[in-house]
């Protein structure tokens, strides 16, 4: 089944700020210690919680923002090590397990905002793309991992990607780690896709070719 693939537009962002909730942002004044958060005007919980993180220092804001997030996939050592990682290095892209990446890149960049820059500062590729079948027959749902097959013709060889999944990205073997290295992925009715990644798994230069075709195997497309 052969799709026609056309880049629209790569667009590079320091964070996403619909990730956090009013909910996310309350709870969040409440483990630092601002008092009846819930009260406050909703527009302004993001600059409330700014600067209560920044009555306190770095890392011990690092492992507040951390238990929140992540006390249910993490043990207590391993937060405190990455509160500590994370002032040095870009721990969300650098993570062994990809399915938590994207959670620590929006709270690296929480606190990359609260702090100015005292955490090094992630990037995420919002990708403006559409995917069509060339025989103008309707889509099939695609997955993620059908969307980075798709990808994979249009992609450089020096890309992150290829160097470290070539198989899986080219041929029919499977490929779980694409559920996670793509964020989010909204389709709209006329084929065009919005697709949230990090920078580090896919941005402008990595592409070789902004339109071509690409082809997936029909157990692919079905999947």
């Known amino acids: 089944m052969k799709f026609q693939i056309k880049i629209n537009s790569i667009l590079t962002v320091d964070e996403i700020r619909e990730y956090w909730t009013s909910e996310d942002y309350i709870q969040l004044l409440e483990k630092f210690d601002y008092p009846d958060a819930e009260k406050a005007p909703k527009e302004t919980l993001r600059e409330l919680l700014l600067m209560a993180i920044t009555d306190f220092e770095p890392q011990e804001a690092a492992v507040k ?88 013709v249009g992609l450089s060889d020096r890309s992150l990607l290829e160097r470290l999944f070539e198989p899986q990205m080219k041929t029919e073997i499977d490929f779980p780690e694409a559920e996670n290295i793509l964020w989010d992925v909204n389709a709209s009715e006329d084929n065009n896709f919005s697709i ?24 692919e497309a079905e999947s």
């Open 196 to 219: 949230t990644t990090s920078e580090y798994w896919l941005k402008e230069e990595d592409f070789e070719f902004s339109e071509f075709e690409s082809e997936l195997n029909q157990k």
């Open 65 to 152: 923002v951390l238990e929140y997030k992540l006390s249910d996939h993490l043990a207590d050592g391993q937060i405190e090590q990455i509160s500590n990682d994370m002032l040095l290095d870009k721990v969300c892209e650098e993570y062994p397990e990809i399915g938590l990446q994207s959670t620590l890149f929006h709270v690296n960049q929480l606190l990359f905002k609260a702090f100015n820059g005292k955490f090094p500062d992630a990037k995420a590729s919002v990708i403006d793309c559409s995917i069509a079948r060339v025989d103008k027959k309707p889509n099939p749902v695609l997955t993620k991992e059908d969307i980075l097959k798709l990808f994979s």
